[in-house]
């Protein structure tokens, strides 16, 4: 099947720098991509829709200077977590149709995990 | 996309079937019916979906209603490596914005 590639798996960064996000589809080019986030032992929140070419759709409560989200590719969308803190320390997991016009099911990256010291 | 809705939790011998419910009385007739799983720590992996009629895959089997308000998803042999949040969505056709409920965390009890 489609693969979904995110980098980096982990990563551990001081309050108030900026942390990048990567996903990727491999073999697949995706115009729509989707960010989420996970707290521990919840279920995944919908973050924003990356539209390639076009602005990100961001959900009611997610504050879109905060959560930067480029897709400036048909294989590429990153995520910016800007001015971390700890309370962004979370698990953020990104994926991708392969085509709007099927049912064809979303493919998810293996997610990456932030801790903000 | 409609709301649906799983138990929290549920036990399963290993080797048994586990049967895992999931209720989406208000599911339209254009919504699909999805299943995925997360164990602890990955991307959600696909399962299985379907529209009304019953599917079956190497992985596992779905089992929809007449009415289409409930779906069951079938492990046939569960195994320890089938730990995991089991998540049922309820999916308009031709989107993609997965709205992910509370899921059923089913623990293969060796």
């Known amino acids: 099947g489609a693969v979904v590639s995110q980098h980096p798996s982990r990563v551990i960064c001081k309050s108030g720098t900026s942390v990048k996000i990567e996903c990727r589809s491999l073999?697949?080019?995706?115009?729509?991509m989707f960010w989420y986030r996970q707290f521990p032992k919840q279920s995944l929140m919908l973050m924003a829709t990356?539209?390639?070419?076009?602005?990100?759709?961001?959900e009611q409560g997610v504050e879109k200077d905060k959560f930067l989200i480029n897709h400036a590719s048909l294989t590429l969308s990153t995520l910016t977590v800007t001015s971390a803190h700890p309370e962004d320390s979370s698990f953020y997991i990104c994926?991708?149709?392969?085509?709007?016009?099927?049912?064809?099911?979303?493919?998810f990256g293996s997610g990456t995990q932030l801790s903000v010291l | 996309d409609a709301k649906t809705t799983q138990p929290t939790s549920m036990d399963c011998a290993e080797g048994r079937a586990a049967n895992l419910p999931c209720n989406h009385s208000?599911?339209?007739?254009?919504?699909?019916v999805y299943w995925y799983r997360q164990i602890h720590s990955q991307g959600p992996q696909y399962i299985i979906h379907?529209?009304?009629n019953n599917e079956t895959n190497e992985m596992a089997s779905l089992i929809i209603t007449e009415d289409r308000k409930s779906s069951t998803l079938i492990l046939p042999h569960a195994t320890l490596r089938d730990t995991a949040v089991y998540y049922c969505?309820?999916?308009?056709?031709?989107?993609?914005?997965?709205?992910f409920g509370t899921g059923t965390r089913l623990k293969v009890l060796a």
């Open positions: 994926s991708a149709s392969l085509d709007s016009s099927t049912n064809e099911k979303l493919f």
């Open positions: 073999d697949f080019q995706a115009t729509t």
């Open positions: 990356s539209n390639e070419g076009s602005k990100a759709t961001y």
């Open positions: 208000t599911i339209s007739g254009n919504e699909y």
């Open positions: 379907g529209l009304k």
């Open positions: 969505i309820a999916l308009l056709s031709g989107t993609y914005k997965y709205i």
